[in-house]
């Protein structure tokens, strides 16, 4: 199609908008169109500038244009000063053109009942959930389309291909983090002579991702396994911190990984009622004690969460083992996480579509089993392999199943994956990932003929800013096109026990672009945050929040 001609204008103080219309089907490039926004933050060097560099946040359903209006709070100087930083919304999310699968606000919040908890315990949870997924799955099959069924992350690459030209650089250069590794790697794959840079961090493997052969009718966690990075990564701290001891951390006193046993065990049989005099009356479940433990995984300086959680509800759940004093201190705790994910839940107008933009892409583009009423069988599967989190990444895609999520896109793709491409593909994996198992970067970089891994021993979910050693990689790849050395294996800054941990609003950067643009752009040299990475999968309600 022609290269469409991009009207910039000057917005949130340091950054340029526009929008443009792309067809809403390639297939038939003069019919129906999209509306598509992007932002970019300028090059701070414009005659050194080697061209624009795409960034996408993750999701599916992140904000390109937050993450880009962000970039100097987390990018290196070096890449500021060289790149056009650019980011776009995919269609239906954000200042794109939304997608919206229900006529109003009450119609969304009477059909989303059953979905607002982590994850489904109880029976009578299980059948809310059923409910409910069947609910969206069939407005979004209706209601929601066309553009759930022009959702795919095929139509987003044929978009960014269409940017990619609108602003002027011959070949793409590309930062992707956690499902923006999907759009990554299906970019390289579609065009693969149309990049001369392209970073993945915090892998998704495509064939798991999408499902093929047989593993089509499984459930997508039992293909991706982020549950199992995050199991992984739970024991792991819970066995450091019974090393450090008592005085780095609370549950030392006894055997750490016992101890959060326990306290799920006894969550399981019965949930805490906490009645706080300052925030209230709060029920907390076991499935709000795995959320926030997800939760916490997803920041390095998380396990003084783990930690100091389940010290909390340990005492808690047996009030008479504990002073008074310290119940007291416990129930102040736990009711100030409580009384977070209870504002956090609290929204009505305007339509939030943050849930149908995640169902959009990842119904469209992979495969699901049929019957959502199959899900408590197959996440109780999960939950024995990789034990508290295969249920909460399992039933995130129930509103999927596939006789009730009808609509499709036929221009979907999917596969192959291991296309020879002219340049390399660096991929970026964490040992300690929460979402993205450290697994799919090695079976990604596998995969794709011309990639490097660069493997990080680092937490929290995704690598960039963990340490100089990964970020220094990244940059020198974008920057050089000169990839790490093969084997090369970096160590987070941050390991759990050894230091004290940040406040948690200096670890991650802003995404809402009205804190950014009140805060104004950073100065050069000023300390850098952790990218504004949003996960694969829907926002749950959690006693924690990052």
């Given at each position: 199609m022609p290269t469409p001609k991009l009207d910039w204008y000057a917005c949130y103080g340091y950054a340029e908008c526009a929008t443009t219309r792309l067809p809403l089907d390639y297939d038939q490039p003069k019919g129906a169109t999209t509306e598509i926004a992007l932002l970019r933050v300028k090059a701070r060097d414009q005659q050194s500038r080697i061209g624009s560099l795409f960034l996408n946040p993750g999701g599916p359903g992140g904000s390109g244009t937050d993450?880009?209006?962000?970039?100097?709070?987390?990018?290196?100087?070096?890449?500021?000063?060289?790149?056009?930083?650019?980011?776009?919304?995919?269609?239906?999310?954000?200042?794109?053109?939304?997608?919206?699968?229900?006529?109003?606000?009450?119609?969304?919040?009477?059909?989303?009942?059953?979905?607002?908890?982590?994850?489904?315990?109880?029976?009578?949870?299980?059948?809310?959930?059923?409910?409910?997924?069947?609910?969206?799955?069939?407005?979004?099959?209706?209601?929601?389309?066309?553009?759930?069924?022009?959702?795919?992350?095929?139509?987003?690459?044929?978009?960014?291909?269409?940017?990619?030209?609108?602003?002027?650089?011959?070949?793409?250069?590309?930062?992707?983090?956690?499902?923006?590794?999907?759009?990554?790697?299906?970019?390289?794959?579609?065009?693969?002579?149309?990049?001369?840079?392209?970073?993945?961090?915090?892998?998704?493997?495509?064939?798991?991702?999408?499902?093929?052969?047989?593993?089509?009718?499984?459930?997508?966690?039992?293909?991706?396994?982020?549950?199992?990075?995050?199991?992984?990564?739970?024991?792991?701290?819970?066995?450091?911190?019974?090393?450090?001891?008592?005085?780095?951390?609370?549950?030392?006193?006894?055997?750490?990984?016992?101890?959060?046993?326990?306290?799920?065990?006894?969550?399981?049989?019965?949930?805490?009622?906490?009645?706080?005099?300052?925030?209230?009356?709060?029920?907390?479940?076991?499935?709000?004690?795995?959320?926030?433990?997800?939760?916490?995984?997803?920041?390095?300086?998380?396990?003084?969460?783990?930690?100091?959680?389940?010290?909390?509800?340990?005492?808690?759940?047996?009030?008479?083992?504990?002073?008074?004093?310290?119940?007291?201190?416990?129930?102040?705790?736990?009711?100030?996480?409580?009384?977070?994910?209870?504002?956090?839940?609290?929204?009505?107008?305007?339509?939030?579509?943050?849930?149908?933009?995640?169902?959009?892409?990842?119904?469209?583009?992979?495969?699901?089993?049929?019957?959502?009423?199959?899900?408590?069988?197959?996440?109780?599967k999960e939950d024995k392999r990789a034990p508290y989190f295969g249920r909460a990444w399992g039933w995130s895609a129930a509103p999927c199943a596939r006789n009730t999520w009808t609509v499709r896109d036929e221009d979907a793709y999917t596969g192959p994956f291991n296309r020879k491409t002219s340049a390399p593909v660096l991929v970026v994996g964490n040992y300690w990932d929460p979402a993205t198992n450290y697994d799919a970067a090695v079976s990604s970089a596998k995969l794709l003929p011309n990639s490097r891994l660069l493997s990080s021993d680092s937490w929290g979910h995704t690598a960039y800013g963990t340490s100089a050693c990964v970020t220094g990689a990244v940059d020198a790849y974008l920057l050089k096109g000169t990839l790490p050395k093969k084997g090369t294996r970096c160590t987070g800054d941050v390991q759990p026990f050894v230091e004290v941990p940040a406040e948690p609003e200096t670890s991650r950067a802003a995404a809402p672009k009205s804190a950014l643009a009140a805060e104004g752009e950073p100065a050069r040299g000023e300390p850098k945050r952790l990218p504004p990475v949003v996960a694969p999968r829907p926002a749950v309600g959690t006693l924690t929040v990052r």
């Open positions: 993450i880009a209006l962000a970039a100097p709070y987390f990018l290196s100087d070096e890449l500021l000063d060289r790149f056009d930083i650019v980011g776009v919304d995919p269609r239906g999310v954000a200042a794109s053109d939304n997608v919206k699968c229900f006529p109003s606000v009450k119609d969304q919040t009477r059909a989303y009942a059953g979905l607002n908890v982590a994850f489904p315990w109880t029976k009578a949870e299980e059948k809310a959930y059923i409910d409910s997924s069947k609910a969206v799955g069939r407005a979004c099959s209706t209601t929601g389309k066309p553009l759930t069924g022009a959702m795919s992350t095929a139509e987003v690459a044929r978009d960014m291909e269409v940017l990619r030209r609108a602003v002027g650089d011959k070949k793409l250069s590309y930062l992707g983090f956690s499902y923006g590794t999907a759009l990554g790697q299906y970019y390289a794959n579609m065009f693969p002579d149309r990049f001369r840079a392209l970073v993945v961090d915090g892998v998704l493997d495509p064939n798991a991702w999408v499902g093929q052969g047989k593993a089509r009718g499984d459930l997508q966690e039992t293909r991706l396994r982020s549950a199992d990075g995050a199991y992984k990564a739970l024991h792991e701290i819970l066995l450091r911190c019974d090393k450090a001891g008592e005085q780095a951390c609370p549950l030392a006193a006894g055997d750490p990984v016992a101890s959060y046993e326990l306290v799920a065990q006894r969550l399981r049989k019965k949930p805490v009622v906490i009645d706080d005099p300052d925030a209230g009356s709060f029920t907390v479940s076991y499935a709000d004690f795995v959320g926030a433990s997800l939760s916490s995984l997803y920041s390095p300086y998380g396990y003084a969460d783990i930690a100091s959680i389940t010290a909390d509800l340990l005492v808690l759940t047996d009030p008479g083992s504990a002073t008074a004093a310290r119940l007291a201190q416990a129930r102040t705790a736990v009711a100030k996480r409580a009384e977070q994910a209870r504002q956090q839940r609290r929204y009505d107008f305007p339509y939030n579509n943050g849930l149908e933009t995640f169902l959009g892409v990842d119904c469209t583009d992979a495969y699901h089993p049929t019957d959502a009423g199959a899900w408590p069988a197959l996440t109780a």
